[in-house]
């Protein structure tokens, strides 16, 4: 009670959850001296892997990356909470600054590198992913964690299918039942590999903290909404009327099922001109032998486009 908070027991067993009761707890930062005996670093410390590249020991909880999100925070704030009032994508927007980033640390991108080399000797999955987070962010460590995910996950469907095909070449097949039974193996990997991203990615949440992090977003420079009076604290907000928001969906929904329909539509055109070289002897012999090929590669054309 020595803070003004009524202690209880916890009966931390470890039955429940792998996690300790006390693990991974982010809390609002508070500068009172009474309650800064309260809060704790991050697991590992902050030599190396909060200061990356270099030898020195932070003493307080706020690493560089957190630093420029609270130098951002402050610019962006309104003025009644202590801020400059300023929105910098708004004003990129209307090109009334020409530009607004952070400056590189020439040492700790240095030894990021250095990491991320050492790294390419393991597996290509087993990447420096908190060193990424501490020096560009959690966003940017997230997709790294996803693209390491991924490529774990598709290391099995690629050899399969590498091996499929050898076999299929050394018969001088291109299709087969192997195929058909390949491509339900990738519907099913496909579905598996998203859920369990899923739950690695609430997973990672946890452990850095992001829970509620949509919450600080700013808005897009795009929104145009009302000024209202909030119904909750009385404060002015933006609000976005429900029929103006349904417009809007329609539209873009219109637009997005055209292009679905457009595409379907190619996909058809170029499975029935595969068919189509495939059962005609008109074009040659080069045409019907490699129309899988050439629909492949047509398939190909079109998802870039």
Request: hydrophobic share 40%; proline share 5%; aromatic share 14%.
């Amino acid at each position: 009670e020595e803070y003004g908070i009524k202690p209880f027991k916890i009966n931390d067993e470890g039955f429940a959850s792998k996690y300790k009761a006390y693990d991974f707890i982010y809390a609002k930062y508070d500068d009172s001296p009474d309650l800064r005996p309260l809060y704790q670093l991050e697991k590992g410390g902050f030599r190396g892997s909060f200061q990356v590249g270099s030898d020195e020991e932070l003493t307080h909880p706020f690493r560089a990356t957190l630093r420029l999100q609270l130098t951002e925070q402050i610019i962006a704030a309104k003025k009644d909470k202590g801020g400059a009032g300023l929105k910098p994508r708004y004003m990129l927007h209307h090109n009334e600054i020409r530009a607004f980033f952070p400056l590189h640390d020439e040492e700790q991108k240095k030894g990021l590198e250095a990491k991320w080399i050492k790294a390419r000797r393991g597996w290509l999955w087993e990447m420096p992913f908190m060193e990424t987070r501490h020096y560009f962010g959690e966003q940017i460590g997230m997709y790294f964690q996803f693209l390491g995910h991924y490529t774990k996950w598709i290391a099995g469907p690629s050899l399969i299918g590498a091996i499929l095909y050898i076999i299929m070449l050394a018969q001088g097949r291109t299709e087969g039942p192997e195929s058909a039974a390949f491509a339900i193996l990738i519907c099913i990997w496909t579905i598996s590999m998203l859920e369990f991203w899923k739950r690695r990615q609430a997973r990672i949440q946890l452990h850095w903290g992001m829970r509620g992090i949509e919450k600080n977003i700013q808005d897009r420079p795009e929104f145009v909404g009302e000024q209202v009076t909030s119904p909750i604290d009385g404060r002015p907000i933006l609000y976005f009327p429900p029929n103006l928001r349904y417009r809007t969906m329609a539209a873009t929904q219109s637009i997005a099922l055209t292009f679905v329909v457009l595409v379907l539509a190619l996909v058809g055109a170029i499975f029935w001109f595969r068919f189509y070289l495939t059962n005609t002897s008109r074009h040659g012999q080069f045409a019907q032998s490699n129309a899988a090929y050439i629909g492949s590669a047509l398939n190909g054309l079109q998802i870039s486009l």
